[in-house]
């Protein structure tokens, strides 16, 4: 089992930034892959972001430009920097845990945080 933690949310206007953190601890040992969800009311979950554990970023496209993953060197937190946010990028946030590389069909997420909310505002 992994524990996840993420931290970082809030409400900011139309053309902010904000930065979100994952914590990522317990039992990592089989664990690849770390990625960004999110999701709104009425919607399906969507993967924003993801970071393979050797450093291979993914991004969805609707993000793509504005929103940066990166890890610590520690590699126990992982980060997702958002600009130029806008509506469409309110949601709570997710980190989660895949057991394979992130661009794997076989990439299962069995472990996730709590959620963070971003809300914003126009």
């Known amino acids: 089992q992994v524990h996840l933690s993420e931290s970082g949310g809030g409400s900011v206007e139309t053309g902010g930034s904000l930065r979100l953190s994952c914590s990522v601890s317990g039992n990592t040992d089989s664990t690849e892959c770390v990625a960004w969800f999110r999701q709104a009311p009425g919607k399906e979950r969507e993967r924003v972001a993801a970071?393979?554990?050797?450093?291979?970023?993914y991004y969805a496209d609707n993000v793509k430009g504005r929103f940066a993953i990166s890890q610590n060197d520690a590699k126990d937190t992982v980060y997702l920097q958002m600009h130029n946010l806008n509506a469409e990028d309110t949601g709570i946030y997710y980190c989660a845990a895949g057991d394979v590389e992130c661009g794997s069909w076989y990439v299962r997420f069995n472990d996730w945080g709590q959620g963070t909310q971003v809300t914003v505002s126009s």
């Open positions: 970071l393979s554990t050797v450093g291979h970023p």
